[in-house]
């Protein structure tokens, strides 16, 4: 493989897929390498109504609508106080709907819609290592061979291959937090109606409904050193496991960078708040579109590359700050302003 493109995208959970259909539309040569095959394992996802309009935009909302997920009309909360059920709005039309997608599910359907818009998708490309030449990323390097390219977006999730490789800090904003997921399957029906979070002396819990008689569950401890193996959710008492309890580092971070010379960091290679926060896929999928958009522009030559750079690092900066003070407060409410502090 030795190929020339105008973006190689390295991922596609919904950053990467977004950013190869929105340069892909916007008639880029657009290369994206994954190394795994298709589909593949990640944790349910519940998805704001905010998000259908997006997918819309990019043509992929009927890949969304076709797949018949799980709708409902807001979640209920235990956060210091009785549980109270949030809706997320209505207009004429009537109630605004979310959707509980299934991860593996919706990551192919955005594949696939990326696909058909002309993205070039090779599946089990591991990336050994992207390249830089003076101080500019201009490809990457896998086991089949090598693609160059006029921008990279790194899409690569948050072990955070390309900022290590150019030596970018990832800045932490709190203690180190892990969370605990896993799928149970039985009869529940109190989470068939709509998901909850509830917040008790050590933590949170989210449990939603996934499918017919699936449930997930999701578990934040912040006792540290306090793994959750054997412990499961009180309403999924006599319900089955299905699978094992996986975990997931959530530590509060980013990229000191999140753009340069010839990249883009997207989705959890470029910021990660834990799951609370609620906008993990919106971010993914705005940040890649972001990402996407930006590097058209610039192999069309409507603006310049620092200004493309400049413009991504205040966008994505200032919407993770935003969401960084609402989760600050949200946390210190019952927990205290250090629980969660460095």
């Known amino acids: 493989m ?13 950053a990467g897929s977004a950013a190869a259909i929105v340069a892909a539309r916007a008639g880029l040569r657009v290369l994206v390498l994954e190394r795994s095959l298709f589909p593949r394992h990640r944790p349910g996802e519940t998805l704001h ?33 009785p549980p109270r059920f949030e ?43 992207t390249i830089v030449d003076a101080a500019r990323v201009v490809g990457a390097r896998c086991k089949q061979g090598e693609a160059r390219a006029r921008f990279v977006v790194d899409a690569m999730g948050d072990r955070h291959r390309l ?3 150019l030596g970018t800090p990832m800045v932490r904003y709190s203690r180190p937090l892990q ?3 896993g799928y149970v399957t039985g009869h529940c029906p109190n989470r068939d109606d709509a998901p909850l979070i509830a917040a008790d002396e050590h933590g949170w819990t989210w449990t939603a409904c996934i499918g017919s008689q699936r449930y997930q569950w999701t578990r934040l401890d912040l006792r540290e050193g306090h793994p959750v193996t054997e412990w499961r959710p009180t309403e999924f008492t006599g319900l089955t496991d299905l699978g094992r309890v996986r975990g997931a580092d959530v530590t509060w971070r980013m990229a000191e960078r999140v753009a340069g010379g010839g990249y883009f960091l997207v989705g959890d290679a470029a910021a990660v708040l834990d799951p609370a926060s609620s906008h993990g896929v919106l971010r993914a999928l705005m940040s890649g579109m972001m990402a996407g958009h930006l590097a058209s522009r610039v192999v069309r030559d409507e603006i310049s590359d620092a200004v493309a750079v400049d413009h991504y690092q205040k966008w994505l900066t200032d919407w993770f700050r935003h969401d960084l003070i609402s989760m600050r407060r949200w946390y210190g409410e019952l927990f205290g302003p250090a629980i969660v502090a460095l």
Request: negative net charge; proline residues 5%.
């Open 2 to 14: 030795a190929d020339e493109v105008d973006l190689l995208v390295l991922g596609v959970g919904p």
């Open 179 to 181: 969370v605990r997921y």
């Open 163 to 165: 900022a290590r490789q």
């Open 87 to 129: 809706p997320f709005g209505s207009d004429g039309a009537g109630p605004w709907l979310g959707f509980q997608a299934v991860r593996s599910d919706f990551d192919a359907r955005l594949l696939a819609v990326a696909t058909g818009a002309g993205a070039e998708v090779r599946q089990e490309s591991a990336v050994v290592e």
């Open 49 to 81: 109504p905010g998000l259908e309009p997006l997918l819309k935009r990019i043509g992929a909302r009927d890949a969304l609508l076709s797949a018949n997920y799980v709708r409902h009309c807001g979640t209920w909360v235990e956060w210091g106080q």
